[in-house]
């Protein structure tokens, strides 16, 4: 008898056509071929242990797959014909947990469960080890599952004398490096598949590393070109934060800080500083994580404009990755199409990196092993939720101490999340990057913050009408759209601009080329716009007005104002909003903006914005919360149980994932085809859809810039109404995009603004 992996979905009856279990052109083979090299690549810092952490990427590549040997199963995938996935997430059939069963069996039991979570996994998901209702490890260890051994050859069992010297002690560790193993098995699994079921997709992925020496050569050639021959004490500030950056990439990997007030430069200056880094520690890639999703797509077109002229494809080059088009369900066709950040430059969120370091599904744990060995920059580190600070810094310690990454905690403020009397949990102290950050301040000081009182949305429309230009920041979408009907009410709508998460990036990167115009030539620029606006985006306004928010948000808008310090005199005002519905805040932006309300009631700081004042905001807003530091017990999930010789790794992975959100009402994107270049790429999905093949990576990818993101309640209410089409199951597209889908506000459903913009949002 032929053992399957997979039926050809192009030719479903043709048996000969269809992927062997065994053999040169098998799937075992194609999967250890490639977890070889994940498994190298991430665990090559495990000093004493790399060579065991190869040696179980081998044994889960040849294990994962024995219940495939059943009869049971073969005759399963014949009557089927298909996906066979489906059939392991719905329980109609398991060939998962053989393997698991089997490494549990053949090796000491700590290390067989390393290899049995994994192993059971690698379809439906990192399990718990115990749950009273749900899946879990033990009951998977216990299940009675069809005989598969006499169908395998001898030399696929065996355990090769495997054994660890030296894992970590703290249970944490031992779990992330399990998470990092099932990463390496899920994506080589994911590879093979593709590679046999979509050989054209399979064919456009990079084939190549990246020479980030010439990729370095090429920023510094730019930053020359285009700042070179600036002059005046804001670009001889920038050009020493940058030659600073230079200097310290030199460097071993590790942790840095990079604090650089805002308008200082240290976009460009930290992605010289991890070019550079990369190529002189041979890195593999850079993630750029930024806690605002709609600004993501400032910080990508940025870096593109950098390597416009760069001799490779910039497709290739840079993944801005945001949206999460992953479904509840997954099939084969969802897993070829998730993301595994194959790309040397990945922009992307908070929220993207951390859920994914602590996720379980598949389709999220895909890009986890190509995150070791990276330069990670946290934009902006301090906007981490306060009440999963300590599991994501410990994440962060595993990924600098065991995984080789090297992490910049990029600030325009001061590093809130390191290591001193009041926040023993924080990083141990950083590598400055720029020796003299208070001197830094002093001379980049351009801007005045002062407290305008409470302003009702007619009173600040006046004061706004007052000036030719001016930009107000607000914290929701509610009350951005009501200001910006105020502010059109007063003075019409040529040069008046709204600027939210409602609008697609696309949409909104258009608004911003306008609005940069106008500033350009001094036409009149009103601006009312939500948080987006504040971190990476570059626009220079006389006068900025600030709801109330925490003062590292009202640094942010402040570098909106007088950015280039060519102005005598600017302000920024920060207010109060006066209606009860615009001032009620939830959440990080709630306890941010009480920080930040004792600071300014003190009346003590002559600067708001200064350090000292910066200082006693963190300590009200990070350092005084131990309580709330872990408040959903995400680092009690992982504990060791010796006593258990069945499973001695109590790990909760399905638990853990559940409660690690950043956001917690869930964000899902909806596409809006609202111009020519939207609707021919919906044309395109709909068309591949229709022909049966899966969505190209690229096609999806270059969606995400046609989307916004709304909360669940929303997106169900929409789909019950006829307003979205679903396709490929998983893409919602917008069917009514003359009705819901505004030039000037962006996406409105029911007539309503559905969703906030969020400090962390999807």
Same mark, same amino acid.
């Not at 032929?2 to 194609?30: I, K, M, V």
């Not at 920080?595 to 009200?620: K, N, T």
């Given at each position: 008898? /032929? %053992? %399957?992996?997979?039926?050809?979905?192009?030719?479903?009856?043709?048996? +000969? #056509? $269809?992927?062997? =279990?065994?053999?040169?052109?098998?799937? =075992?083979?194609?999967?250890?071929?490639?977890?070889?090299? *994940?498994?190298?690549?991430?665990?090559?810092?495990?000093?004493?242990?790399? /060579?065991? $952490?190869?040696? +179980?990427g081998t044994l889960v590549a040849r294990w994962h797959d024995l219940g495939k040997f059943s009869d049971a199963f073969q005759t399963y995938l014949r009557s089927v014909g298909g996906d066979s996935h489906s059939g392991e997430v719905q329980g109609k059939v398991d060939h998962a947990s053989a393997g698991a069963q089997h490494a549990m069996n053949t090796l000491s039991p700590g290390l067989g469960a390393m290899l049995a979570y994994p192993i059971a996994g690698h379809h439906a998901g990192l399990l718990d080890a115990l749950h009273e209702s749900g899946a879990s490890m033990k009951k998977r260890l216990k299940k009675e599952v069809p005989e598969w051994r006499k169908n395998v050859l001898d030399d696929l069992l065996p355990s090769c004398g495997f054994g660890m010297r030296q894992l970590p002690q703290d249970p944490f560790a031992v779990a992330f490096a399990v998470r990092m193993l099932f990463s390496c098995l899920v994506d080589a699994d994911f590879l093979a598949t593709e590679s046999f079921m979509n050989p054209e997709q399979a064919l456009e992925r990079p084939s190549r590393d990246v020479d980030f020496a010439a990729l370095s050569q090429h920023l510094t050639q730019y930053m020359n070109e285009r700042f070179g021959g600036e002059r005046g004490p804001v670009a001889s500030a920038r050009a020493e934060v940058l030659a600073a950056c230079r200097i310290r990439a030199e460097g071993e990997p590790g942790l840095y800080s990079l604090t650089v007030p805002t308008g200082g430069g240290k976009t460009l200056a930290s992605l010289a500083f991890a070019l550079r880094h990369c190529a002189v520690n041979g890195l593999n890639r850079v993630i750029y994580a930024i806690p605002f999703t709609s600004i993501i797509e400032q910080n990508a077109q940025e870096f593109r404009d950098v390597l416009k002229d760069y001799s490779e494809d910039l497709d290739g080059l840079i993944l801005e990755h945001h949206s999460n088009f992953d479904p509840e369900e997954e099939t084969t066709r969802s897993r070829l199409a998730s993301e595994n950040w194959d790309a040397p430059l990945v922009v992307t969120t908070n929220v993207q990196l951390f859920e994914s370091l602590f996720a379980n599904r598949t389709s999220r744990c895909r890009k986890l092993h190509r995150i070791a060995n990276s330069v990670i920059i946290l934009d902006e580190a301090q906007t981490l939720p306060v009440t999963l600070l300590e599991p994501c810094l410990k994440a962060l310690r595993v990924l600098t101490e065991q995984f080789g990454c090297t992490v910049v905690l990029c600030t325009a403020t001061q590093p809130a999340i390191e290591y001193h009397d009041e926040f023993k949990i924080g990083l141990s102290k950083a590598i400055p990057i720029i020796n003299d950050a208070p001197a830094l301040y002093r001379r980049l000081k351009r801007v005045e913050v002062r407290d305008a009182g409470v302003l009702d949305c007619i009173a600040l429309s006046e004061r706004m009408a007052e000036q030719a230009q001016g930009l107000v920041i607000v914290n929701t979408r509610r009350h951005a759209a009501n200001l910006y009907a105020e502010l059109k009410g007063k003075t019409g709508t040529e040069g008046c601009y709204h600027l939210s998460a409602a609008m697609t990036p696309e949409h909104r990167s258009r608004k911003l080329d306008e609005i940069r115009q106008k500033l350009k030539d001094g036409q009149p620029c009103r601006v009312v716009a939500t948080q987006l606006i504040e971190a990476g985006v570059d626009v220079d306004f006389p006068?900025?007005?600030?709801?109330? !928010?925490? =003062?590292?948000?009202?640094?942010?808008?402040?570098?909106?104002?007088?950015?280039?310090?060519?102005?005598?005199?600017?302000?920024? $005002?920060?207010?109060?909003?006066?209606?009860?519905?615009? !001032?009620?805040? %939830?959440?990080?932006?709630?306890? +941010?903006? /009480?920080?930040?309300? #004792?600071?300014?009631?003190? +009346?003590?700081?002559?600067?708001? =914005?200064?350090?000292?004042?910066?200082?006693?905001? *963190?300590?009200?807003?990070?350092w005084q919360h131990q309580q709330d530091w872990d408040k959903e017990g995400i680092c009690d999930q992982f504990k060791f149980a010796p006593s258990d010789r069945e499973l001695p790794l109590y790990f909760n992975f399905a638990t853990a994932a559940e409660k690690f959100r950043f956001i917690k009402d869930a964000q899902l994107p909806v596409i809006v085809p609202w111009d020519d270049k939207g609707r021919r790429l919906v044309e395109q999905l709909r068309s591949f859809e229709q022909s049966g093949n899966p969505a190209p990576i690229k096609l999806t990818r270059k969606l995400q810039r046609h989307t916004v993101s709304v909360g669940k309640h929303a997106w169900d209410t929409a789909r019950q109404a006829g307003h979205l089409e679903l396709l490929y199951d998983r893409f919602a597209v917008l069917k009514t995009v003359e009705l819901h889908y505004s030039e000037e506000l962006g996406l409105q459903l029911d007539n309503q603004l559905y969703g906030t913009d969020t400090l962390c949002g999807v």
């Open positions: 008898m /032929d %053992y %399957y992996a997979h039926s050809n979905p192009r030719t479903p009856d043709d048996f +000969s #056509q $269809w992927e062997p =279990l065994l053999g040169p052109e098998g799937h =075992l083979e194609a999967v250890e071929t490639r977890i070889r090299g *994940f498994v190298g690549t991430a665990f090559r810092h495990m000093a004493a242990d790399s /060579d065991a $952490w190869r040696q +179980s006068v900025v007005w600030r709801a109330l !928010a925490g =003062l590292d948000s009202i640094a942010q808008a402040a570098g909106r104002c007088n950015r280039e310090g060519r102005r005598e005199q600017a302000i920024t $005002w920060i207010f109060r909003p006066a209606e009860e519905a615009h !001032a009620k805040l %939830y959440g990080f932006q709630r306890t +941010s903006a /009480d920080a930040a309300s #004792q600071v300014v009631a003190l +009346s003590r700081y002559e600067d708001l =914005l200064g350090l000292d004042a910066i200082e006693h905001y *963190f300590r009200l807003h990070y």
